[in-house]
């Protein structure tokens, strides 16, 4: 796999762009969650929009927040922050 085709965030896995978008996707909740995890893991928080929706890290987060190691406080508070600014509802 050519470097273009890979994202640069999961050098630890064989994957394109393209199948990761497909696994982002994929109809089995867990198996997104991992994968959604993945990205919210390694990618910069600037990147993360790119391939999630906040609609879709809202609706799985409880799946995700597992998947995410010292990541997780990050999105936590980032979450809670939206939340507490009145730019989310409440959880």
């Given at each position: 796999m050519t470097a273009p085709d890979r994202p640069y965030f999961l050098w630890d896995v064989d994957v394109s762009d393209a199948e990761l978008r497909a696994r982002?996707?994929?109809p089995d909740p867990g198996i997104r969650a991992q994968w959604?995890?993945?990205v919210l893991r390694e990618a910069r928080c600037d990147?993360?929009?790119?391939y999630l929706t906040l609609d879709e890290v809202l609706r799985d987060w409880p799946r995700?927040?597992?998947?995410l190691?010292?990541?997780r406080a990050f999105?936590?508070?980032?979450?809670?922050?939206w939340r507490k600014d009145g730019l989310l509802p409440a959880a």
């Open positions: 982002l996707r994929h959604q995890g993945c990147e993360v929009w790119g995700i927040e597992r998947h190691g010292r990541r999105w936590q508070w980032l979450l809670d922050g």
